[in-house]
């Protein structure tokens, strides 16, 4: 058996081990992140809670935890307005994507068709989508799929998940816990 690893005081710098020798053996040790996922393997933590690994979000995309096709919840915006070249207004804000940001990436969701756009600005019912020079805003009407930055906010702001396969709603899942932040 390999010597675990000591503090300054000497006292096991593992948790489960302080626990344990003050008679308090953990049943589980769980911890672990979205990632984290990929390269967990059992051993001291035995159980793997990956909040935002099921659907995945923009934050682990930029993050490489992810790729593209990977990203399995995106809000279905429609383009209101296209006030200049190169911007758009989606009916989506931070009531629907959250309000999430990150230092370590620019902007307020992901655009899978638009990969190279900023969601610049969100307000409660709105984001303004940035485009690179040159490129074409979709028309008014058009539906964008975006991808928020933190999925686990996404989820608790909305009522029920559609699920869709090419296009068609196949399925419909109520958030059971939606709100329940305590």
């Not at 159980?47 to 659907?55: K, S, T």
């Not at 409660?124 to 074409?136: D, F, I, K, M, S």
């Amino acid at each position: 058996m390999s010597e675990r690893p000591a503090t300054r005081s000497g006292r096991s710098a593992r948790p489960a081990d302080a626990l344990s020798a003050a008679g308090l053996p953990a049943r589980v040790v769980s911890g672990g992140s979205t990632p984290t996922a990929g390269r967990w393997k059992p051993g001291i933590v035995d159980e793997l809670r990956p909040g935002a690994y099921v659907f995945n979000d923009a934050t682990q995309l930029a993050l490489g935890s992810c790729t593209r096709d990977d990203l399995a919840l995106v809000a279905a915006a429609t383009v209101v307005s296209a006030p200049a070249p190169g911007r758009f207004v989606l009916d989506v804000g931070s009531k629907v994507l959250g309000a999430d940001t990150t230092p370590w990436m620019a902007g307020h969701g992901y655009l899978p068709d638009f990969f190279e756009a900023s969601v610049t600005a969100l307000s409660e019912h709105h984001a303004t989508v940035v485009l690179p020079e040159g490129t074409q805003a979709p028309p008014l009407g058009s539906l964008v799929a975006v991808a928020p930055n933190h999925v686990c906010s996404a989820v608790n702001l909305a009522d029920e998940l559609v699920l869709t396969r090419q296009g068609r709603v196949v399925d419909r899942w109520p958030v059971a816990a939606r709100g329940a932040n305590a």
